[in-house]
């Protein structure tokens, strides 16, 4: 069975910086459109960023500009470049398919605040 692991969490002042990684332990991060979701306390998970297999991207208005979501296929890795933090941008991290089809990894915790 798949699974998915979610690193490079943390807590970051206002402003600042991290990048996310999701390792896959099966060889699907080139065979299939990857997202980046985030859940905030008392709110439902939404997605933040797509990456198809040929490359294109999508965000959510609310991180456009500041996050940048890639893809290693060598190395089944998914990352999300997170830029200009927010203390809004605080939820936990987790990755999937974009179909969300496979089964949730654990996330990781971003903590944005002063």
């Known amino acids: 069975q798949v699974q998915l692991v979610e690193s490079g969490g943390g807590l970051v002042q206002p402003g600042g910086s991290l990048r996310l990684s999701c390792a896959a332990s099966g060889r699907i991060v080139n065979a299939h459109s990857m997202a980046w979701f985030r859940q905030a306390p008392g709110k439902q998970r939404e997605l933040a960023a797509s990456i198809t297999t040929g490359g294109i991207t999508n965000y959510a208005y609310s991180v456009k500009g500041r996050f940048t979501i890639s893809r290693d296929n060598a190395k089944n890795t998914v990352y999300l470049q997170m830029n200009s933090l927010k203390p809004e941008d605080t939820a936990v991290y987790y990755c999937?398919?974009?179909?969300?089809?496979?089964?949730w990894g654990q996330g990781t915790q971003v903590t944005v605040s002063s």
């Open positions: 999937n398919v974009l179909s969300q089809g496979l089964p």
